[in-house]
């Protein structure tokens, strides 16, 4: 007998193959049937006549370490079908924490992991005591957390022994099955590093089977100079490289995407095993001191502090956003396109722009950004429109881009539910198939499944998931192809997306008709050699 039997949908595997009319029969947490008018008997019969019956999503790049355990049920994302989470991303892991050092992680990551309570541990017990939770995890030990234990935010190469320290750590993460490092050049300390020490760490990931994953070094002037520096350590190393969350940020770089897109078939094309990743948004989110120049962090969060209380310091920051506007996001049109998001400590209301502010406090708007990181003790977070549309529609519909929501997992309730986080924690899968797909027509609907399941999965190395086939994990998606669809605005950003009839994780029913079940079935998924399961 079945344990679950999905009848009469229109199922769409994950390979990438068209749409069939078929039954899905689970048994055990497994596919264990694809079949029409199958005659088993099952205990629960769910009717799936003109929705889609598709793989549980991967999202390739999140943040929910930062929120998972606060929110075990997974709110936003396994209401959008996603049934597995990569986290670790860009250069941000909250393990390994040395003693000693947990403050100093709390401190940078305080507007990124806000309400996360933080402690000491190593890289194997973090994952040993990972809670349970709603949907799968994948973890990556993060590049810019490593070089905070070994050398804190100075800005200089590593020592021999600093060097070989961080090989050390992050050996450890990748023995207790780790899919590989994330590594986020565009800020501090990642920032300070070379291709050295990027390589140095892409032997270890070699050694293990491991894999590499980049929030590249600039993603606006400098973008195709980053990608290439991305590409480089995976063919240098021989490892698999996961360009993160790809785009072209400030106005100078908008219309490149093409561009950038060909420097990933081509290195393909030799050889070079290489996936992108994309949240459809033209907006950004990011910690609001990020925006500044780099060398503004050097020396960790109080000599930050210090230094932006300075008239000197804010005219050399002027001089440079005259010059070629934020780091990492280049220059974007006006200020009423940057938008607080949270502001931890209340030093700006979440949704006002900096243009509002600015008008309100009759200051400059640079100076009130100064000083709202000065009030907020660097923990503000905000929101940049700093895309082109035109560019993020090339992207969505290239099939080597898969797709991340690059958000932590939040939910319109308890302590995840503060402030206005960028939509895309909410609506980023929804809005792939039903704006990309299905509205605009970018990409047929099996194409964008693909990039959100087979195609991931390929991606990290995941066996046993990311397709419906017979005897693989039973992680379901069950979707009306007419009206899957976003509802989180800028506005109104804690709404779930509108479609989502049913997930299964592991053969467990957690969302049917709208409901959350409040089962925790998902695994830790852990990596071992080059395989990920
Ligand atoms: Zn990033
Ligand atoms: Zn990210």
């Known amino acids: 007998m079945d344990d679950i039997l999905i009848r009469g949908g229109e199922v769409v595997d994950g390979t990438g193959a068209p749409a069939r009319t078929a039954d899905v029969a689970i048994r055990d947490g497994r596919i264990a049937a694809i079949e029409a008018n199958r005659t088993e008997s099952a205990a629960r019969v769910i009717d799936a006549h003109g929705r889609i019956v598709s793989p549980g999503f991967i999202d390739i790049h ?103 320290h961080m090989q050390e750590m992050l050996a450890e993460g990748l023995e207790a099955g780790a899919l590989g490092l994330s590594s986020g050049l565009f800020t501090a300390p990642g920032c300070f590093s070379e291709a050295g020490e990027l390589h140095a760490l892409g032997q270890v990931l070699k050694a293990h089977g491991a894999r590499y994953s980049s929030h590249i070094r600039d993603e606006s002037h400098g973008v195709h100079e980053a990608v290439a520096e991305a590409i480089d350590v995976g063919e240098q190393c021989g490892i698999h490289v996961q360009i993160a969350h790809m785009k072209l940020s400030g106005t100078d770089s908008w219309g490149q995407a093409d561009r950038m897109l060909e420097a990933l078939r081509a290195a393909r094309a030799r050889g070079v095993d290489v996936h992108g990743d994309q949240y459809p948004y033209d907006w950004a989110t990011n910690p609001l001191r990020f925006l500044l120049p780099t060398w503004i962090q050097e020396g960790g969060m109080a000599q930050m502090l210090g230094r932006l209380a300075d008239p000197y310091v804010r005219a050399r920051i002027r001089q440079k956003l005259a010059e070629v506007g934020f780091n990492n996001f280049g220059r974007i049109e006006s200020w009423a396109d940057i938008r607080i998001a949270l502001s931890p400590q209340g030093a ?114 995941l066996e046993g998931r990311g397709t419906l086939s017979p005897g693989h994990a039973a992680d379901v998606v069950i979707f009306h192809p007419a009206t899957i669809i976003d509802t989180s605005t800028f506005d109104d950003p804690h709404q779930y997306a509108a479609g989502i009839e049913a997930v299964i994780v592991n053969g467990q029913t957690v969302i049917e008709n709208g409901t959350h079940s409040g089962a925790l079935p998902g695994r830790l998924l852990r990596r071992r050699g080059g395989v990920l399961a």
Not at 420 to 439: C, E, N, Q, S, V
């Open 348 to 461: 700006a209301e979440a949704g006002q722009t900096i243009a509002e502010i600015a008008t309100q406090r009759r200051s400059d708007p640079l100076d009130t950004v100064c000083d709202i990181i000065l009030a907020d003790k660097g923990a503000t977070r905000i929101l940049v429109r700093s895309m082109s549309e035109d560019d993020v529609r090339r992207i969505a519909a290239d099939p080597a881009v898969l797709v991340g929501s690059d958000g932590p997992c939040v939910a319109p309730y308890g302590v995840t539910g503060q402030g206005k986080p960028h939509p895309r924690l909410y609506g980023t899968f929804p809005r792939l198939i039903g704006r990309y797909a299905r509205d605009l027509g970018l990409l047929s609907l099996p194409e964008a499944i693909h990039k959100m399941t087979g195609g991931a999965a390929v991606a990290l190395g």
């Open 62 to 164: 999140t943040h929910s370490d930062f929120t998972l355990p606060l929110n075990p049920m997974a709110e936003c994302k396994i209401r959008q079908g996603v049934t597995t989470e990569v986290v670790g991303n860009c250069g941000f892991s909250v393990a390994p924490a040395l003693p000693g050092k947990v403050e100093m992680l709390r401190d940078y990551l305080a507007a990124s992991a806000p309400w996360l309570p933080f402690e000491a541990t190593d890289f194997a017990r973090y994952m040993d005591r990972w809670p349970a939770i709603a949907v799968n995890t994948v973890m990556q030990v993060g590049h810019n957390t490593l070089r905070l234990m070994a050398i804190g935010m100075d800005n200089r190469a590593p020592r021999e022994a600093e060097l070989r």
